[in-house]
């Protein structure tokens, strides 16, 4: 009932529009059917490929240009969290699940502490973790980053394989060891961050690692 009356009043004084043409929509972080994502799908990257060798299968969901790139750059750099709730509904409404493979474990790719702090939260985490839990998956933020890193987007390829080896560590092992894991991040590109940590996981004993990225820019789109 509360959660009713929220939402009602929460509509008055902001009614809710689409992010990308702001015309008004039925509920608050819709689209409507002209902006909605064309290519909205599970889709496979293909193993030959932009696919990194250390994950089982890596999907994606949407390509990475138009409403999709300006919401995630809200959400990173303004830094906007509401801008997660578009992203949700189109998780929650939109998107066939069959392809993916139950995982027993839901791992995001961390942020550097100093990251973190300065813009408040793990946009991975706003992402997905609602989504995990309403499909009843474990979520478990057991990789860290033990040295700093620079910005993977500021970085040619070539520096970004260098700047990420050897970057992150599983700080509960027993929590992975045997287990399928899924590995969720907002933005593939080259695919090395997810890479460097199916790495990690595998090494601590994880028996599979698939990967799950909102948003790619990786040919094939």
Known sequence: ML??????????????????CQSAVSVQGGWCQRCMPEKLSLRELAPGGHRPAALAMCLTILPYEGA??????????????????????????????????????????PLSVERAAKRGFNQTELLF????????????????RH?????????????????????????????????????????????FTLAECARTLKKAGAKEVHGLALASGAAGW
């Not at 509509?11 to 809710?16: A, K, N, S, T, V």
Request: proline content about 9%.
């Open 3 to 20: 959660r009713s009356w929220w939402t009602a009043l929460l509509d008055l004084f902001y009614p809710p529009r689409c992010p990308a």
């Open 68 to 109: 999709v790139k300006h919401l995630l750059h809200r959400l990173k750099f303004q830094p906007d969290p509401q801008a997660a709730n578009y992203f949700s509904w189109l998780l929650d409404n939109k998107v066939n699940w069959a392809k993916l493979l139950c995982p027993e474990l839901v791992v995001p790719v």
């Open 129 to 144: 973790r609602p989504w995990c839990q309403a499909h009843g998956y474990a979520w478990a933020e057991v990789l860290a």
């Open 147 to 191: 040295r700093d890193t620079l910005p993977q987007w500021q970085l040619s390829p070539i520096e970004r394989r260098r700047n990420i080896k050897g970057a992150f560590v599983v700080l509960q092992p027993e929590l992975v060891q045997g287990k399928t894991v899924l590995l969720v991040d907002d933005i593939l590109t080259t695919g």
